[in-house]
């Protein structure tokens, strides 16, 4: 009897989310968004509420761009409940901008993000560490004949400095950083530019996985949820039903192959 042993597929290129798949930014959140919010609003307060810190970090699936990261916090410091704040986001924005305009924000939350850095590079980039074993199997990729890309809403050259801060030296055409609104797709559809090349796309976000999934010439894309990521307990298991989106484990992802990544569990 001759024993099949299985053959374990794995991408030509693998694309990565940064927040939430490779780095744990929410700390980093905390600071800035804070630091943000007493520019934008006026608050005469030097330092957050005691408790911000905690509730903030619950609140993290919410946040998908910069600008998102201050307005969670004016969320919070108007009392709004956190299950209105998870389940209403994109009706509360508005109201939270109340009347600011978001490119403002967005260039406050940017300058204070560099002030930051600027006063203490160490402390800015130790809030915000790489999830472990991620350096590890991200060298490991890069060594590999896959393409390693990473696909964020964060700027460029801040993914770029956490990345090679850790080791970790990608080539800078490698990393998509925040492109005006381009949705991630439409990234996704730029990499696809050779013929019948595998792409597997790992996000913590699945309104983004699910926009991939809505367009037709992508339908050949893997597409992964990071179980460690700024998601909830109630979205990982409704996509334990979705047979498009497979739920994907720390554990899983670190391991030296791909196999389990297609049939994932996370109990693995």
Sequence with gaps: MILQVPVVQVPDILALDFDGVICDGRREYVH???????QIWDSPSATPPDGLAERYIALTAV???????????RALMLDLPAERILQEWTELTPQLLAGVAREKIQTEFVRQ???????DFNHWLNQ????????????QILASPIKL??????????????????GVMIPESQVFGKQSDRPKYQVLRQLLTLEDSKLWFVEDHVKALRLVKQQPDLAQVELFLADWGFNTPTVRAEMESDPQI?????????QPDFSGWLNADCNS
């Design 32 to 38: 800035s968004g804070w630091r943000t919010y007493r």
């Design 149 to 166: 890309v990473i696909v964020t809403n964060r700027g460029q050259r801040f993914a770029l400095q956490l990345l090679q801060a850790a």
């Design 63 to 73: 946040i998908e761009t910069d600008l998102d990261v201050p307005l969670l916090v």
């Design 128 to 139: 915000q560490p790489l999830y472990p074993g991620v350096t590890d199997r991200l060298q």
């Design 113 to 119: 993000r560099d002030q930051w850095m600027a006063e």
């Design 246 to 254: 497979h739920l994907l484990s720390l554990a899983q992802f670190t």
